[in-house]
């Protein structure tokens, strides 16, 4: 079941490496930037984002 309240994307849109999770977001003046997350558990293709992103933040599908 998902969380109420709780942040989720798709499991293509969260990159690791080296342990760190990030994602790819498209800031205001559409600038492509890396940002780290914290992510929690995974379900049906989804991934729980606990902390790093704000809901609303525009961030890409997949890595560009």
């Given at each position: 079941?998902?969380?109420?309240?709780?942040?989720?994307?798709?499991d293509s849109a969260v990159q690791k490496e080296?342990?760190?999770?990030?994602?790819?977001?498209?800031?205001?003046?559409?600038?492509?930037?890396?940002?780290?997350?914290?992510?929690?558990?995974?379900?049906?293709?989804?991934?729980?984002?606990?902390?790093?992103?704000?809901?609303?933040?525009?961030?890409?599908?997949?890595?560009?």
């Amino acid at each position: 079941n998902y969380l109420a309240d709780t942040l989720y994307l798709p499991d293509s849109a969260v990159q690791k490496e080296n342990d760190v999770s990030f994602v790819y977001y498209m800031d205001d003046n559409g600038l492509i930037g890396v940002k780290a997350i914290e992510t929690g558990i995974s379900i049906n293709n989804c991934t729980q984002i606990i902390s790093g992103l704000d809901e609303g933040e525009l961030v890409l599908a997949d890595a560009p």
